[in-house]
């Protein structure tokens, strides 16, 4: 599929499960926002006592692996269901749940890794994350799909997108330009709340719009993923067995013993089935 293709395709497959793949980032959407509201409440400006700091560290630390475990339920709910659209399969929010669910550990794992390698990969002159990022885009996907572990899935990732790297770069930018227009969007409008409504709603308002776009990236990545794997299949064609010997049938043909009616000697008339010449006695083959 051309990357119009994977796009239209994609968009097909939101269109007709909008809802279902929408809901899991509200919801994780209105979690992270709860807990940023009580965090922020909850401690002091400056913490100046150790133990207000040890508490402002845990709390630092709680936050990422929430933030972490609700982008990896997320990830892998938005997955399974596109991946159940494409094949035309029944999809069942709760059936993506507990798919993302068995796979949680890994997609955390896997998220981290990804994420340090391209952070490393854009500090050494921005090329090396860029191309770390084509290979390990699909890492997520494998892992839900293919019930792999993180490195396995990156080695799967890098193998599906050899060869297409330029066809893979391009998705990804447009993933980047919708989410860059949907995060401007949502600026925007929290901006022009901001003299009017408190500024932790205004943030509400901002991580809804976001929720309702973030989908995107996961459905486009999915159909990536099935085209890449097509690709594949029609690419490596596997040799063809050698044929079985076949040994050649020789037809025997039954020789017809020859009847003589005269002796081949003496010329003499011989009787049916006569084995010697009666007149001069020869032997009659």
């Known amino acids: 599929m051309s990357i119009s293709e994977i796009v239209s395709k994609s968009l097909s497959i939101l269109s007709r499960r909008y809802f279902s793949f929408v ?6 959407s209105l979690v992270e926002w709860l807990f940023s509201i009580f965090f922020r409440g909850f401690t002091p400006v400056r913490p100046v006592h150790p133990v207000l700091i040890g508490f402002a560290i845990l709390g630092a630390f709680g936050s990422l692996f929430l933030t972490l475990f609700f982008d990896a339920i997320s990830i892998g709910i938005v997955t399974q269901l596109a991946a159940d659209e494409f094949l035309g399969k029944e999809t069942s929010l709760k059936k993506s749940v507990n798919s993302a669910l068995d796979v949680v550990v890994s997609l955390i794992v896997g998220i981290i890794i990804v994420s340090v390698i391209v952070i490393i990969g854009l500090i050494l002159f921005i090329i090396p994350g860029i191309i770390f990022l084509v290979w ?30 330029f066809h893979v770069f391009g998705v990804l930018i447009l993933i980047a330009i919708i989410l860059l227009v949907a995060s401007t969007i949502g600026n925007v409008i929290s901006s022009l709340l901001a003299p009017v409504l408190p500024k932790p709603l205004s943030l509400l308002i901002e991580k809804i719009i976001l929720s309702l776009i973030n989908p995107v990236s996961g459905v486009i990545l999915t159909a990536l993923y099935f085209d890449l794997l097509a690709r594949k299949r029609t690419t490596v ?24 009616r005269y002796c081949p000697y003496c010329g003499s008339p011989l009787p049916p089935g006569a084995k010697f010449c009666p007149r001069c006695g020869a032997a009659i083959e």
């Open 136 to 165: 390990f885009c699909l890492t997520p996907i494998v892992i839900v799909l293919e019930k792999r572990g993180a490195t396995e899935a990156m080695s799967k990732s890098k193998e599906l997108t050899k060869g297409s790297w």
């Open 237 to 260: 064609v596997s040799p063809l067995p050698p044929a079985p010997y076949i040994e050649p049938k020789t037809e025997v043909k039954e020789t017809q013993p020859i009847t003589y």
């Open 23 to 28: 809901l899991p980032f509200l919801v994780i």
